[in-house]
């Protein structure tokens, strides 16, 4: 099944921020509003938004120039609550003389009932696109992961658990089911739960319904009592006030580390021991042809001019795992390290030569080079710790690598010969996997909170940009991630944007 488009965007400011405490409106008693104790106006809304409970169906009515930016502006119907809790509700539009494809009727969660305030919603538009916007500051500018459906969802459902904000919808009667939205975000107890409705135009008025409506807390929130694995490969662009990104698929199981074709169409990922291509746009992941290989890892990538993908898998002959390299378009595996365990890691921007790592298995690890056509290996790196994951950087003057060597995980650079090794990075993290950005600007790092040991999985990560100009790092986005997100070079050929895997437990589908 082909998965929608998803992007992820980060408004421009618009306007004055809206002062703190900007929350009008008259409310209501609990029993007037089903499961929600009050409703109100956050934001300037004109004239005042209503909504009102019958028969099991709450129709809110609300104006509001938007949802977006710093500052937001629809009619809120809300509960004040705290821990756990899941936002279930069948979303319908009223008929509108001309209404704004952007109109939106969310489920939230949101910190204040200020305009500014911080906040992560379900969110439909009548256009059919869907969204899981989020603020992270008050005042800061609003992010957020679309979907884009020819049709709206029969059925929507938003959950808090801890920290972490999942969407889920049903497009045809199916079972509620995630689809790669998912976020992490600190709520403050208590915080609001609620429904809303914005008509992304503040000179006008729109109306949708929620029926079947259901607020849940607890153990019972998101019915989460079978839990498996799943994994999102998306794509993510790194522009701070416009982020475009796109799920491309998701679903049960381990994908890892994607790779980005030279033209941008394609994207290669491995899974179940096997290479996988899949659109850059979604679409429905095929394999890739790479012979009797097999058991490959999250170590490969894509030659500079795009007609080889480097592997680290297995063959029938040599159970170990070792580099090899394909046609990208598929076709037998050449063996290019003789040596065992061997993991590729990077190309040479001229194509000439592979870096790949070798562990230890006491715990350490170094980095090798080695002819692109096989041949002598030479080790760049020695000593007991870890010295892994080198990529070039793209005038080839560098190569980035992460390293234990001053006594905590950082960022290090080398001269392609393994000379003049310089810390690029210190702070409390722990970071791992740098990819510089083909146009030299960027490098990517994937950082563990302090504390955390090794390059394990399944945990809270930071996807981070290094400036290369300045040095300075900024957090692009946290997500459940690790080993397996972004192990060898992801950037897109235009250094804009990049993909990366997430994981997380979730219901069955």
Not at 327 to 352: I, L
Not at 356 to 384: M, Q, W, Y
Not at 390 to 400: L, N, T
Request: proline share 6%; with cysteine; net charge negative.
């Amino acid at each position: 099944m082909k998965m929608g488009s998803i992007l992820m965007r980060a408004g421009v400011l618009a306007g004055a921020v809206v002062a703190l405490g900007s929350f009008c409106g008259a409310q209501e008693k609990t029993g007037s509003l089903g499961v929600f104790e009050a409703q109100g106006d956050v934001g300037a809304v004109t004239p005042p938004g209503t909504a009102k409970f019958d028969g099991g169906v709450y129709t809110i009515s609300s104006a509001g120039a938007n949802m977006w930016a710093r500052e937001d502006a629809f009619h809120f119907v809300w509960k004040k609550m705290s821990g756990d809790a899941s936002l279930t509700a069948d979303i319908t539009f009223g008929e509108s003389q001309k209404p704004d494809p952007h109109r939106k009727a969310v489920l939230i969660f949101r910190q204040s009932l200020d305009a500014n305030g911080v906040y992560v919603d379900a969110a439909q538009h009548g256009s059919g696109l869907m969204g899981l916007q989020y603020r992270t500051e008050p005042g800061a500018t609003t992010q957020d992961i679309e979907l884009s459906k020819e049709q709206l969802p029969q059925r929507l459902r938003l959950v808090k658990q801890g920290d972490t904000f999942t969407m889920y919808l049903s497009n045809h009667g199916e079972p509620l089911h995630p689809v790669g939205a998912t976020i992490k975000l600190h709520l403050q107890e208590p915080f609001y739960a609620g429904i809303g409705v914005c008509s992304h135009n503040k000179d006008a008025v729109e109306t949708a319904k929620f029926s079947n409506v259901k607020l849940e807390t607890g153990a019972s929130a998101g019915g989460r009592e079978k839990q498996f694995g799943r994994s999102t490969l998306q794509t993510i662009g790194i522009e701070e006030n416009f982020r475009r990104a796109l799920v491309v698929t998701t679903g049960p199981g381990r994908m890892e580390a994607p790779n980005w074709s030279k033209d941008g169409k394609t994207l290669f990922f491995n899974r179940d021991g096997k290479i996988w291509t899949v659109p850059a746009e979604g679409g429905e992941p095929s394999t890739l042809n790479i012979g009797n290989a097999t058991k490959c890892t999250g170590s490969h990538g894509l030659s500079p001019d795009g007609k080889l993908l480097a592997i680290s898998c297995s063959v029938p002959e040599k159970a170990e795992t070792r580099v090899y390299v394909v046609p990208a378009e598929g076709g037998e595996p050449k063996v290019v390290t003789e040596g065992a365990w061997s993991y590729f890691h990077g190309w040479s921007p001229d194509g000439k030569t592979i870096a790949f790592t070798r562990p230890d298995h006491k715990g350490g690890g170094n980095i090798f080079v080695i002819p692109a056509e096989g041949g002598a290996e030479k080790a760049l790196t020695s000593g007991s710790g870890i010295s892994d994951d080198p990529d070039y950087s793209a005038d080839g003057k560098w190569i980035y690598f992460n390293s234990d060597r001053g006594g905590s995980m950082q960022i290090w650079r080398m001269g392609p010969d393994g000379s003049g090794a310089e810390q690029v990075t210190n702070d409390e993290y722990g970071n791992w996997t740098p990819h510089p950005s083909p146009d030299g600007q960027s490098v990517l790092i994937l950082s563990y909170p302090k504390g955390v040991k090794g390059h394990p999985t399944n945990t809270d990560i930071a996807l981070r940009i290094l400036n290369v100009a300045d040095g300075k790092l900024r957090t692009l986005v946290n997500v459940v991630g690790g080993a397996g997100s972004d192990n060898t070079p992801n950037w897109a050929p235009d250094g804009k944007h990049f993909g990366f895997v997430s994981f997380e437990m979730g219901p069955e589908d």
